[in-house]
């Protein structure tokens, strides 16, 4: 089984609000990915749209067919934190950290991952 990978670096965003954007693609074939990419109304749709069509350039370069690609694993890591400082009344300063996140996408061929509906607790389904 063929596996292609692509890395986003030092992405000026923290990894908390990147993750929930790599929730909607995985699992899901690129075609897909990239439509739901293009329409989710996030700041880190853009970059995250730009990794797949990476990671889709590099199986193209690699020569392996893309009909059938999915997006098997989306990773979301911090990355490095640049610290900064907040003057503060009376002389104090509080710290700010400006969070990095690394985002690693890894391709494979097969059948996209259908998400299981949540059964209802028989309390929730009363109500």
């Given at each position: 089984m063929t596996q292609v990978t692509a890395e986003l670096r030092n992405y000026r965003q923290s990894?908390?609000?990147v993750r929930i954007v790599a929730?909607?693609?995985r699992g899901k074939r690129v075609e897909d990915a990239i439509t739901i990419l293009s329409f989710?109304?996030?700041r880190a749709a853009l970059p995250l749209e730009k990794l797949v069509r990476s990671a889709?350039?590099?199986a193209k370069n690699l020569s392996?067919?893309?009909e059938n690609l999915v997006v098997k694993e989306m990773m979301v890591d911090g990355g490095a934190i640049l610290y900064r400082r907040m003057?503060?009344?009376r002389g104090m300063a509080n710290p700010i950290?400006?969070?990095t996140s690394h985002v690693k996408i890894v391709l494979t061929e097969g059948k996209p991952k259908k998400?299981?509906?949540k059964k209802l607790k028989s309390s929730e389904a009363k109500s």
């Open positions: 990894p908390r609000k929730d909607t693609v989710v109304p996030k889709l350039a590099n392996i067919p893309t003057p503060r009344s950290r400006k969070r998400v299981k509906a």
